[in-house]
């Protein structure tokens, strides 16, 4: 059975899961334009991320058409994102 995940913006390089998947999972990305298929390269918690394309490490990651934070190590398509490989902006912000 395909699982689901959620394309906010058309400029997000990841996806939002409406539930859990497991390593081999096909996952089906809805998004306002076009529907993606990938396969999950790894277990991802429901509403975590998941990489619709190979990420760059420095290369900044894009949620709701907006940069939530750098990729800290290449990510690979289909695999999960979350602060094991992304720091987020919020830790990149110096606060006087």
């Keep these: 059975m395909q699982k689901k995940a959620i394309l906010i913006n058309d400029k997000d390089n990841v996806a939002t899961l409406t539930e859990e998947i497991k390593k081999g999972d096909s996952v089906r990305v809805v998004g306002a334009e076009e529907e993606i298929a990938l396969t999950a ?16 490490e420095n290369e900044r990651v894009k949620k709701y ?4 934070g750098v990729a800290e190590k290449p990510i690979k398509i289909g695999s999960h994102v979350h602060t094991h490989n992304l720091k987020t902006l919020r830790c990149l912000v110096k606060i006087d």
């Design 65 to 68: 058409g907006e940069d939530i």
């Design 41 to 56: 390269n790894e277990n991802i918690p429901f509403g975590h991320k998941i990489a619709l394309r190979k990420i760059q």
